[in-house]
């Protein structure tokens, strides 16, 4: 696979420094930046959003099966301009733990676009069909109906362009259980929670702030959680639930992919701390993050607080 000095290399020189500045920029390519590296190149975005999967495949943490897989997915238009900002996104494997832990690069790409504010997604572009597992988990989509898995063919900067039922006919989704909204649609992501015992550790705080703007209309476990580096960086993550269950995203799994992806290639990631904070429900997030966060950062015990939703 490509380093990405190497991807950033075959871009002409006139928008190379645009596309490195993904590096520093969480893996988001801003929109006014996508709509320069379009006129420059006299591209379009599905192009370039396929031209860009080298790129997010740089990222990937693959110690199990050395597949990378990257992706990129595209928010929706500024109003007034048209333009939209990409998000890379890359896959996760967490060696002596359950493959079932692992994360998508369609996940990555998602999550990495809701962290950073979107409250939808129009595409998503990808070097091999999606697998039916994230199939499912696109369909929470809010924007679901207007959403577009773009494939690449291999040859150059060419895809395919199809609507996400083309590839999940007869879909079970969050319609079918009552919910009118979806992952990353505000309404559905806004929760009044509050800690029940009070903490002004900034950690706990952000972990409780990541977890009144998660996903979970099913079982109402809201749950965030906050990992902090030996460098002082401090990176959060929300639940992302899904109607079939299985695809559903761990606050832990949300954190740990953001934190991939706004460290530069190749850093080391040490994790100094961890919190999880939940509403505890029938369902818990516990000892999923437990489990993978002994493989992930051995010797890092989580620090666990319950709230509840005042709403």
């Not at 690069?105 to 409250?119: D, F, I, R, Y």
């Not at 010797?299 to 509840?308: N, S, V």
Request: proline letters at 5%.
């Amino acid at each position: 696979m490509k380093k990405w000095d190497e991807v950033v290399g075959e871009f002409p020189k006139e928008v190379q420094d645009d596309i490195d500045s993904i590096r520093i920029n969480h893996g988001k390519l801003e929109a006014e930046s996508v709509a320069k590296v379009l006129e420059r190149l006299d591209a379009e975005i599905g192009s370039l959003m396929i031209k860009l999967l080298p790129a997010a495949a740089a990222y990937a943490i693959v110690p199990i099966s050395g597949y990378q897989v990257g992706a990129v997915s595209q928010g929706m238009p500024i109003p007034g301009t048209g333009w939209s900002s990409l998000y890379l996104g890359a896959n996760v494997e967490f060696k002596n733990e359950a493959l079932s832990f692992c994360v998508h690069g369609e996940q990555s790409a998602t999550s990495n676009a809701w962290l950073h504010g979107e409250t939808g997604l129009q595409s998503l572009a990808i070097s091999a069909a999606p697998c039916g597992y994230c199939r499912q988990f696109l369909y929470e989509l809010g924007t679901e109906k207007q959403f577009n898995v773009l494939l690449a063919t291999g040859t150059g900067d060419g895809y395919t362009s199809n609507p996400l039922d083309y590839y999940l006919p007869d879909a079970f989704g969050p319609h079918d259980l009552g919910v009118n909204g979806g992952l990353m649609d505000p309404k559905d992501c806004t929760h009044d929670l509050s800690l029940n015992k009070s903490s002004s550790d900034t950690l706990v705080l952000d972990a409780l702030s990541a977890a009144s703007k998660c996903y979970a209309p099913y079982t109402k476990n809201y749950a965030g959680c906050a990992i902090q580096l030996s460098d002082g960086n401090i990176y959060t993550g929300r639940y992302a639930e899904n109607a079939a269950y299985n695809p559903s995203m761990s606050p832990l799994e949300s954190a740990i992919t953001v934190m991939n992806m706004n460290q530069p290639t190749g850093d080391t990631r040490t994790v100094s701390r961890a919190v999880l904070v939940e509403v505890p429900t029938d369902a818990s997030q516990f000892d999923a993050t437990t489990s993978v966060l002994s493989v992930f950062a051995p010797g890092i015990g989580l620090e666990y607080y319950t709230a509840k939703n005042d709403g």
